[in-house]
């Protein structure tokens, strides 16, 4: 799928089909994530896939925005430097979006979550002190039953300005 394709068409994706997911796919989504931009290139993040069925189960357990992680066939854990790391959330949500698209673009979808216990999946997954979790992205293949959902975008009139602020024309 082409880069500009994927971008717009994404959407979130909260149900996922029992299919497994290729390890190469996960693989090339890692990859995406590791080459986002990130202040002074100190790349203050580290990525754990998890597949294991019993891990992901627990894990959605404990995301209370996040149930849907213990249906999904794998998930990537992104984990922030919490020490000297000033831009470390910007930088790792620049991994978290390219992560998203690398995994659209190979029919795999996904959903942030933004609520979980930190210090119990860190315990689970054995993530020592300085990294905290940032998010944790289930990735699989879209359930029939529960496809992504269509978002309303606010009109492109109301964001984008041209010279001056105000002015919607080009
Ligand atoms: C920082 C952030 C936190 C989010 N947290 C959650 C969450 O905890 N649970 C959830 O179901 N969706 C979460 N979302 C997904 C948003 O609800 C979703 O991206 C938004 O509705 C727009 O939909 P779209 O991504 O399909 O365009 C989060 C998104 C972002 C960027």
């Known amino acids: 799928m082409e880069a500009i394709e994927a971008i717009k068409s ?10 497994e997911v290729e390890p190469d796919k996960l693989e090339r989504i890692v990859d995406a994530g ?9 790349q ?23 149930r849907f992680v213990s249906d999904a066939p794998a998930a ?48 689970m997954l054995g993530a020592p002190v300085p990294w905290a979790i940032f998010t944790i992205l289930p990735f699989g293949y879209s359930d029939p039953k529960r496809p992504p959902e269509s978002r309303p975008l606010r009109p492109k009139k109301e964001m984008v300005h041209y010279e001056r602020y105000g002015n919607p024309t080009a």
Not at 44 to 64: A, N, Y
């Open 76 to 123: 990537i854990v992104v984990l922030k430097n919490t020490e000297n790391a000033r831009w470390a959330d910007v930088d790792c949500a620049q991994a978290v979006q390219n992560m998203a698209v690398a995994g659209w673009a190979q029919g795999l979808g996904t959903c942030w979550v933004g609520n979980f216990d930190n210090l119990k999946i860190c315990e």
């Open 34 to 42: 590791r080459h986002a931009m990130s202040a002074r290139n100190l």
């Open 10 to 19: 994404r959407r979130v994706q909260r149900g996922f089909s029992a299919r």
């Open 44 to 66: 203050p993040w580290q990525f754990i896939v998890v597949r294991d069925r019993t891990c992901l189960k627990k894990m959605g357990e404990l995301c209370s925005t996040g």
